[in-house]
């Protein structure tokens, strides 16, 4: 990182003006030390990236919280939709969703709102990113789309 005599980092690959001398984009990365020092130019290390019990996180924890609670939601319309068919048939045909169905859509339901409470319970980053859902439940299986019943 490369620092001006007033304190101020500079952008590399972007062009500076050091009283009146104007140097393009690439000084920064061509300069020598002298001509750094001629223009008061520093040169100090990068910061580290944050790092928690040796893991770098990219993103806050609330931000990872509401990653988790999309992801949930998104999966848990993905287990919905592979049933849907079923609900349409019922408004459309008046044609009662198979016990299995019912039951397999409660309990996906019911799954997404525990995980959704276990991720409203997590705080730090670490316990967010270690976080893993229960089991979903298990597809119900082939159900014959002609039945009546």
């Not at 952008?11 to 001398?21: L, T, V």
């Not at 040169?43 to 949930?72: G, I, T």
């Not at 049933?83 to 008046?94: F, P, S, V």
Request: proline share 9%; glycine share 6%.
């Amino acid at each position: 990182m490369f620092i001006d005599k007033d304190g101020n980092r500079l952008k590399i690959d972007a062009p500076h003006q050091f009283g009146d001398e104007k140097v393009g984009p690439d000084f920064l990365r061509n300069a020598t030390p002298e001509m750094l020092k001629e223009r008061g130019i520093s040169v100090a290390e990068d910061p580290p990236p944050v790092v928690r019990s040796n893991k770098y996180w990219p993103e806050s924890a609330e931000d990872m919280k509401e990653r988790l609670l999309e992801e949930n939601r998104t999966q848990l319309l993905g287990y919905l939709s592979s049933t849907d068919w079923t609900i349409i048939r019922k408004y459309e045909l008046g044609i009662d969703p198979p016990e299995e169905i019912s039951t397999f859509r409660s309990k996906c339901r019911e799954a997404a709102s525990a995980h959704e409470d276990e991720i409203g319970t997590l705080s730090t980053q670490e316990e967010l990113s270690n976080f893993r859902p229960d089991q979903w439940p298990p597809s119900p299986g082939d159900v014959d789309p002609n039945a009546t019943e």
